[in-house]
């Protein structure tokens, strides 16, 4: 079984990068970008007690688990929130994730 995923990242220019993604680390979506170099605060360290991890789901939505009643809480602080707004730290990299699109919350 393939261990990898792909995870499109919308830059803040528009243009998409495809980044290839291991499913088997155990790694949520926070901590793999946190590696790529993105940058996300994750001041809580991936507690979803602070949305600095935020993201904005632009295609693959359906292939996300459902949001925890604390996701929901803390994404609901935010005044900017989006209906495709998630917590990247609250994502864990899946086989199911594969073919997702997201771009950092807030940046345009």
Same mark, same amino acid.
């Given at each position: ?25 155990? @790694?949520?979506?926070? %901590?793999? #970008? !946190?590696?790529?170099?993105? /940058?996300?605060? $994750? ?14 789901? @632009?295609?693959?939505? %359906?292939? #996300? !688990?459902?949001?925890?009643? /604390?996701?929901? $809480? ?35």
């Amino acid at each position: 079984m393939e261990n990898n995923i792909t995870i499109y990242m919308q830059e803040p220019d528009g243009s998409v990068t495809p980044h290839e993604a291991p499913t088997d680390m155990g @790694l949520s979506l926070m %901590e793999f #970008l !946190k590696a790529s170099e993105y /940058d996300i605060l $994750a001041t809580c360290g991936g507690m979803a007690l602070c949305a600095t991890c935020c993201v904005d789901v @632009l295609e693959g939505e %359906e292939k #996300l !688990k459902e949001m925890t009643d /604390d996701e929901y $809480a803390m994404l609901d602080t935010l005044p900017d929130l989006l209906p495709n707004s998630r917590l990247a730290c609250q994502l864990q990299l899946s086989n199911d994730m594969d073919g997702l699109k997201v771009k950092l919350h807030g940046v345009s």
